[in-house]
């Protein structure tokens, strides 16, 4: 059975894996799946519909799963699904989706530190960072190995690529392409993250092809679509530029340059 803390209220509907533990004073309401593994330290509140994978912890004061803030949602059905492993530390936030059926998705593995909030109709992918009071306003999707900093925020509708780094105190209103940095407010882009890829294992030749590639579109004086073009006759057996050339090309916000 999974270890309740007296003090915890659980709606009867609410379903916990037997391995779990529910620290003082949390509260569990209605549709909420916790699998096992996962440790609610205190004072934490998920609401429903809410599913939980396994082997996440939530500290003190983070509220998983309420309404979107959406002035539109009328309480119509909507969802948030969680992955493993994942790290929720002091008043992070998340919330359900706001279209009727709709769906907020956190991946695996992320560690969202304290304030961090993730709104509705959000999608963040695997291995994320989060750091204190990094925001996404709705609609936001959000790479795998991205780094959101402390202080930032993330205009709606807006895509933070895969394995990229937003500084803190940064302000993103367009798209941040993967693999980069951006940094600032009005946030510009301000290379390669090239550390961030020597610790995932990136070879030494992909990186090169990726400063390279950054210097054609962001350092060049090429247009976004001369400069496109140029990447694929340039680079045309890089899977990461042609990554980079695709998240660019299907941009619909543009991107931050």
């Known amino acids: ?42 004072h934490v509140t998920i609401a429903g519909p809410t599913k ?28 948030l699904e969680i992955g493993d492993n994942n790290c929720f530390r002091e008043f992070s936030t998340v919330h359900r989706a706001t279209a009727t059926g709709g769906v907020t998705r ?11 909030h993730i709104a509705h109709d959000c999608v963040v992918g695997d291995d994320v ?4 009071n990094g925001t996404l306003a ?20 807006c895509r933070i690529g895969a394995h990229a780094i937003v500084g803190g105190c940064t302000k993103i209103v367009q798209d941040v392409p993967p693999f980069l940095i951006a940094d600032g407010n009005p946030a510009e882009i301000r290379g ?24 054609v579109i962001f350092r060049s004086n090429l247009n976004t679509t001369q400069g496109l073009e140029s990447l694929r006759s340039q680079f045309p057996d890089s899977e990461l530029v042609r990554y980079l050339a695709d998240f660019i090309a299907s941009s619909e916000r543009g991107i931050v340059k």
């Open 129 to 132: 960072v989060f750091s204190n």
């Open 1 to 42: 059975m999974a270890r309740i803390h007296p003090t915890a209220i659980i709606d009867t509907t609410a379903k916990i894996g037997q391995t779990s533990t529910v620290g003082p004073y949390c509260i569990i309401g209605a549709g909420v799946v916790i699998g096992e593994e996962c440790r609610l330290r205190a």
């Open 106 to 116: 956190v991946g695996s593995r992320g560690n969202f530190l304290a304030y961090s």
């Open 192 to 215: 390669v993250n090239h550390v961030g890829l020597e610790r995932r294992g990136f070879s030494h030749d992909a990186i090169r092809e990726l400063r390279e590639a950054y210097k």
């Open 138 to 157: 709705g609609h936001v999707v959000v790479g795998d190995h991205a780094v959101i900093g402390g202080l930032s925020g993330v205009h709606q509708f």
């Open 52 to 79: 939980i994978g396994d082997g996440n912890t939530f500290y003190p004061y983070s509220c998983i799963g309420h309404r979107s803030q959406d002035l539109k949602y009328e309480a119509e059905p909507t969802y």
